[in-house]
Antibody, heavy 122, light 108 residues
Framework: QVQLVESGGGVVQPGRSLRLSCEAS????????MHWVRQTPGKGLEWLAV????????YYEDSVKGRLTISRDNSKNTLYLQMNSLRSEGTAVYYC???????????????WGRGTLVTVSS | SSELTQDPGVSVALGQTVRITCQGD??????ASWYQQRPGQAPFLVMY???TRPPGIPDRFSGSISGNTASLTITGAQAEDEADYYC???????????FGTGTRVTVL
């Protein structure tokens, strides 16, 4: 079954760190760029970061640079998002999404996970 | 703030046609995608590369780009099309991506 499953969300205090995971199955994970997207409750989608199929290229949305790190382990078919110095505005559902094949970076996310909720609160 | 602007909401009578627009300078690159999101669900892709539907998306959905405006048209809207719709393209840096502000489609 072709799917993405996020995990690692929960309640975290402001200033703390959290690592999200996204496990892929049913397709050749190592052939695709992967993205993280978040959605604040009741608001729109916000693109956060992308990583190339081999992990060599990473791009970040300007507002999260330095606080979020995207990475992947192709041997484990898993994508990660390390979030440091979390703020209350980081409260959101975090989705991973499959991007383009190989070294293409087309704006097309054709497979999404169900998301994992991160709540930043003291 | 988003570089892609969408109308917050539109309504359409059952069986009629509705057009959702997305405006942004980066759309001049001629590549945009569209996502549908129903309440409580994850988004999913309904259109990419201007006017290509993924497998399983009904042909009542069509897309186009003209100048700095991308459009998603639903011809013969159905009750199940009631959802939020988001466009996406590259941002002004050319490396990053950006979603539009979103449009809520209400089917009357």
């Amino acid at each position: 079954q072709v799917q993405l499953v996020e995990s690692g969300g929960g309640v975290v205090q402001p200033g703390r760190s959290l690592r999200l995971s996204c496990e892929a199955s049913g397709f050749t994970f190592s052939s695709y760029a992967m993205h993280w997207v978040r959605q604040t409750p009741g608001k729109g989608l916000e693109w956060l970061a992308v990583i190339s199929y081999d992990g060599d290229i990473k791009y970040y949305e300007d507002s999260v640079k330095g606080r979020l790190t995207i990475s992947r382990d192709n041997s484990k078919n898993t994508l990660y998002l390390q979030m440091n110095s979390l703020r209350s505005e980081g409260t959101a559902v975090y989705y991973c999404a499959r991007g383009s094949l190989w070294d293409k970076f087309f704006p097309e996310f054709d497979l999404w996970g169900r998301g994992t909720l991160v709540t930043v609160s003291s | 703030s988003s570089e892609l602007t969408q109308d917050p909401g539109v309504s359409v009578a059952l069986g009629q046609t509705v057009r959702i627009t997305c405006q942004g300078d980066r759309l001049r690159s001629n590549y945009a995608s569209w996502y549908q999101q129903r309440p409580g669900q994850a988004p999913f892709l309904v259109m990419y590369d201007k006017n290509t539907r993924p497998p399983g998306i009904p042909d009542r959905f069509s897309g186009s780009i003209s100048g700095n405006t991308a459009s998603l048209t639903i011809t013969g809207a159905q009750a199940e099309d009631e959802a939020d719709y988001y466009c996406n393209s590259r941002d002004s840096s050319g490396n990053n991506f950006v979603f539009g502000t979103g449009t809520r489609v209400t089917v009357l």
